[in-house]
């Protein structure tokens, strides 16, 4: 079984994946998105893979979408998290959930290819295991990302989400509830709200907007054409958004996707939904939101060393280039 | 001027360069390394770096090793910080400073190539660098690192180190100095001191070790072959280190880069120092130390967002491979 390690100093928790026990060869070069013509997400390779837990068929009863248990999990599902110490440190077994969202039958149209039904159907798919997963109480954080492109560190080319419950809250989404929790503490108000509204009037940073959600370049962005999807209403929790909330999230989600590969010309990418822990109820403080990062520029030793990032585009001038983008249409 | 921004909700600052302004087409595909030939490091090109801040002459009067001001700098050091606030948001000026060392006069010798007096007099820069910066007031936190290998973010192939003083106290050392101090202010003992009594006397993840210092995988290690290197004895700052010490770091910084080379193949690698703020006196607390981590696996949307990283190879493991690595001789 994975193993949970906490650091002692400064209490980051880092899954040491035992079993794969990678070797000092196994670094060695082979291209990691697979070469050999077989993929285990297409039509008729079903049986490689394990027993779906959420599928969605089209009319011809086709499969259109597959949720189903990663293959090689980075956690384990059965068993509890005895947690115990070691001298001065501290540990837990890797006891979690990880499971892979095929989003289309098609090995070759990624997640911006897809028309906004398909796409809404990829965020009910997230809901709904979200939903479900979140009734287990051992699972205190469940994290859904997206990689795309190898540099991304997305291991196939078929394009796919993932879904990972934790047994703790991760240190990332840990120190955005401290801080928004300040933050309303003091003013009684939600930080994103207060973002959203002085962002909303002041444009610059606004990247598309509609009806439900807006896209903002961070003012403090970490990465070049770094973007945030929010609600524009507060919304605490993810899995509440409603029929009519998941259709304009697929609308500017799509939106933005294209805008990001005509104006990068297919970047790798990465994403994840940011929102309140799965065992907490709604809350006023915090507000659930999507952070896009295109895979632009190299993390090295100053960022690792210092929790610094440089950004070597303005945000402003991101948002200009996003807009000015063409696409074939508005959504 | 290079701009500093806080994200309001998790405090952690970022450096938006935005005299570079990269547009969108930069980030294509060019490679990062100089490939026309002209190195601005090597002898005979003098002219076209900044003047030196430190230099070493070997006996017949060359320079052995440069240190200048970097010509593309991410902060810039005239001026003050003029900190000011923009609605929820905080943001001051670019203000700091950012050399390079150049390590050796020759083009092709990497640091691991270097004999333990040239690696000595490496160290004895950054040393001399730390001290002369640290009297800048303004300068909160010095950063001193080295990225290798193109995958490490290094953009000129000449062996050099960089240094990057802050006027603010970067968040990651931010976290280890908090944690350290609710250690100490709880048990009165360094814990840093505590992982190294507990670690020399299990030994399963002790990869080398002098009088002076230790080379240890640590228990939690985010990266596969992370290797931190510590002052035996408690030393809260860098600066302080004895001729003595010099020596002693200089061969197990060398002993330990060359068993990472020998088993992962020249892997590209960034190492990093902390240590305590550069205006705070020495401290029970703190305990500076080098991370070094070899650059393996990619980085992606699960890490991204959660803070959590997922290492495949365990740190007993990985000890294991660096001590049973084949060195031509001990150092």
């Known amino acids: 079984m994975p193993e949970l390690r906490q650091d002692p100093v400064n209490g980051r928790w880092v899954i ?103 796409i809404g159907q990829v965020i009910r798919a997230y809901q709904a295991r979200y939903i479900d997963l979140k009734r287990d109480f051992r699972f205190r954080y469940i994290l859904i990302f997206k990689n795309h492109g190898e540099a991304a560190g997305s291991s196939l080319a078929h394009s796919h989400s993932q879904l990972i419950a934790l047994p703790v809250i991760p240190k990332r989404v840990h120190e955005e509830l401290v801080g928004a929790k300040r933050h309303y503490d003091f003013k009684e108000r939600c930080i994103f709200c207060d973002i959203l509204r002085q962002e909303l009037e002041d444009g610059r940073r606004v990247v598309l907007e509609n009806e439900g959600f807006a896209a903002l370049s961070p003012y403090a962005a970490r990465f070049p054409f770094e973007t945030w999807i929010l609600p524009k209403e507060h919304q605490s929790c993810f899995e509440h958004l409603s029929d009519e909330q998941i259709e304009q999230l697929a609308r500017i989600l799509k939106n933005l996707l294209v805008r990001l590969r005509e104006t990068l010309n297919d970047p790798p990418f990465n994403f994840m939904i940011h929102t309140t822990p799965a065992q907490d109820g709604p809350n006023g403080y915090y507000h659930w939101h999507i952070e896009v990062i295109p895979k632009l520029t190299k993390v090295a030793g100053f960022e690792w060393g210092s929790g610094f990032y440089v950004n070597p585009t303005p945000p402003e001038e991101a948002t200009t280039f996003l807009r000015e983008a063409r696409t074939e249409r508005e959504f």
């Open 16 to 118: 040491i994946a035992s079993e794969r026990g990678r070797r000092p060869t196994d670094f060695d070069t082979a291209p990691a998105v697979e070469s050999n013509g077989f993929c285990p997400f297409c039509p008729g390779n079903e049986s490689v893979t394990p027993d779906t837990t959420h599928v969605i068929h089209d009319d011809a009863d086709q499969w259109q979408l597959r949720v189903f248990p990663n293959k090689f999990p980075v956690l384990e599902v059965e068993g509890d998290a005895d947690r115990s110490g070691e001298g001065v440190y501290d540990r837990m077994n890797g006891l979690g959930a990880h499971e892979v969202i095929v989003e289309t039958r098609s090995h070759d149209e990624q997640l911006t290819d897809l028309s906004l039904d398909q």
